[in-house]
């Protein structure tokens, strides 16, 4: 079992930045890899970025240049960041950080990030 703690939605104007996190903590010696997903309303969910634990990173062409994955390796716990710059409008959007392990999926609660003047 992981355990998925997101943070760090919010409201930002256009060109602004934000970073969200999600922490794993439990059966995290299973994990594959990490990401982050975002559904926009009335769109279907969408993969926005994934790191792998060698730090291989893959991006959605729509993000390429503007966010940037990360994850931190702690003792007990797995951190991994999306750190999104430049944001536009169309970046709106509830943000999950996924977590495929062995046998499973886990998906975080998602956080609103709103991207507006």
């Known amino acids: 079992q992981v355990h998925l703690v997101e943070s760090g939605g919010g409201l930002v104007q256009p060109g602004g930045s934000l970073r969200l996190s999600c922490v794993a903590s439990?059966?995290?010696?299973?994990?594959?890899?990490m990401g982050w997903y975002r559904q926009a309303p009335g769109k279907q969910r969408e993969l926005v970025a994934t790191?792998?634990?060698?730090?291989?990173?893959?991006?959605a062409d729509s993000v390429k240049g503007r966010f940037t994955v990360s994850r931190d390796n702690a003792k007990n716990t797995v951190t991994v960041y999306l750190q999104m710059n430049r944001m536009k409008p169309e970046d709106t959007a509830v943000y999950f950080c996924?977590?495929?392990?062995?046998?499973?999926?886990?998906w975080g609660q998602g956080t609103q990030v709103t991207v507006s003047s």
């Open positions: 996924y977590v495929p392990v062995i046998g499973s999926t886990y």
């Open positions: 790191i792998l634990d060698g730090g291989i990173t893959n991006y």
């Open positions: 439990g059966s995290i010696f299973n994990i594959l890899y």
